[in-house]
């Protein structure tokens, strides 16, 4: 007899998200900053614009900050003033330029200015735009200056978040009684691991959501399964329920009807194809899984839910 193994490991798709986009996942608990370039940057291209986003993401990578925000709220952003512009005589003239480059780091929603760090950059090209460019690429992402600029920036918004911990709480469990329970958990997991007591108060009431989220799943997910399954009782269909069931979690309230389906598709595929289908149910996560999976929860949404936000910053320079 030929054995027919389908085998549903421990994995489900939040977690194969969640490894497929493992920096990402480490980088979740840093502080993070969203780098954002103001259209109205003095007449500069936006091939210069795109070279200013990277060296920002670079300066706050480097220094041990994530530059990927799932929280929109905090950014890096910058200001560049021409201080000069001239023309390099020459066979073929040469633009040459001298940028004064401002960055700042606040809260971009609310508008409050956390540090600001100044430097100047040259740059020539044979053009202006090339000119922008070769300023730009001089922007030393490594340089020590930028450590006091960061930090500071690092310890106001973990101020943010100890003054506001109450209040994030209080949203997410609104919108969780709303249904609403992706972004719930995002609000909640978006608070970094380095915002200790804030962090394990969201971790608590994280706990809950999650599960009220899991519960609804497992109800949508195991009837969606029965139905097809009753619909075309066949090993593909099989395999199309067992993809359905592997993304329940264990410890929803509902598991416990996976066995009696599983049991009766084993025994339908082996009467017309006589094989053996065996399903290989999930094992309760240990609590570091159950916190990635939290995450991957959070990242999921706010993925799915990127919008253009409108920054209020226009005072900070």
């Given at each position: 007899?030929?054995?027919?193994?389908?085998?549903?490991?421990?994995?489900?798709?939040?977690?194969?998200?969640?490894?497929?986009?493992?920096g990402?996942?480490?980088?979740?608990?840093?502080?993070?900053?969203?780098?954002?370039?103001?259209?109205?940057?003095?007449?500069?291209?936006d091939i210069?614009?795109?070279?200013?986003?990277?060296?920002?993401?670079?300066?706050?990578?480097?220094?041990?900050?994530?530059?990927?925000?799932?929280?929109?709220?905090?950014?890096?952003?910058?200001?560049?003033v021409?201080?000069?512009?001239?023309?390099?005589?020459a066979?073929?003239?040469?633009?040459?330029?001298?940028?004064?480059?401002?960055?700042?780091?606040?809260?971009?929603?609310?508008?409050?200015?956390?540090?600001?760090?100044?430097?100047?950059?040259?740059g020539?090209?044979?053009?202006e735009?090339?000119?922008?460019?070769?300023?730009?690429?001089?922007?030393?992402?490594n340089d020590?200056?930028?450590?006091?600029?960061?930090?500071?920036?690092?310890?106001?918004?973990?101020?943010?978040?100890?003054?506001?911990?109450?209040?994030?709480?209080r949203?997410?469990?609104?919108?969780?009684?709303?249904?609403?329970?992706e972004?719930?958990?995002?609000?909640?997991t978006?608070?970094?691991?380095?915002?200790?007591d804030?962090?394990?108060?969201c971790?608590?009431?994280?706990?809950?959501?999650?599960k009220?989220?899991?519960?609804?799943?497992?109800?949508?997910?195991?009837?969606?399964?029965?139905?097809?399954?009753a619909?075309?009782?066949?090993?593909?269909?099989?395999n199309?329920?067992?993809?359905?069931?592997?993304?329940?979690?264990?410890?929803?309230s509902?598991?416990?009807?996976?066995?009696?389906?599983?049991?009766?598709?084993a025994?339908?595929?082996?009467?017309?194809?006589?094989r053996?289908?065996k399903?290989?149910?999930?094992?309760?996560?240990?609590?570091?899984?159950?916190?990635?999976?939290?995450?991957a929860?959070?990242?999921?949404?706010?993925?799915?839910?990127?919008?253009?936000?409108?920054?209020?910053?226009?005072?900070?320079?």
């Open positions: 007899m030929r054995t027919f193994i389908l085998s549903i490991l421990l994995v489900s798709n939040l977690f194969v998200f969640a490894q497929n986009d493992l990402k996942m480490d980088d979740y608990g840093k502080i993070a900053l969203a780098t954002y370039v103001p259209e109205q940057i003095e007449n500069m291209p210069a614009k795109n070279a200013l986003a990277n060296k920002m993401a670079q300066i706050v990578t480097e220094n041990g900050l994530s530059g990927g925000a799932y929280s929109e709220r905090f950014i890096i952003t910058a200001n560049v021409v201080a000069s512009k001239d023309v390099i005589p066979t073929i003239p040469m633009q040459a330029l001298t940028l004064s480059v401002n960055l700042y780091i606040g809260d971009g929603v609310d508008g409050k200015l956390f540090a600001s760090h100044s430097t100047t950059v040259k020539v090209g044979e053009n735009t090339k000119a922008y460019q070769a300023a730009i690429k001089n922007i030393k992402t020590p200056s930028y450590q006091s600029f960061l930090e500071k920036g690092k310890t106001r918004i973990i101020q943010y978040y100890n003054t506001k911990c109450d209040f994030i709480i949203e997410a469990q609104t919108l969780a009684d709303q249904n609403q329970c972004e719930a958990i995002y609000k909640l978006s608070v970094p691991d380095v915002c200790k804030c962090y394990d108060k971790m608590i009431a994280v706990a809950p959501i999650y009220k989220k899991i519960d609804r799943d497992c109800k949508i997910l195991l009837a969606d399964a029965n139905n097809l399954w619909a075309n009782q066949t090993v593909a269909a099989a199309d329920a067992a993809a359905l069931l592997s993304q329940i979690e264990p410890s929803s509902c598991y416990s009807e996976i066995k009696p389906l599983v049991a009766k598709i025994a339908r595929v082996y009467q017309i194809d006589k053996e289908w399903y290989i149910l999930r094992q309760q996560e240990q609590i570091s899984e159950r916190i990635r999976a939290y995450r929860i959070g990242v999921a949404w706010a993925y799915s839910h990127q919008r253009k936000i409108t920054y209020n910053i226009y005072r900070w320079w």
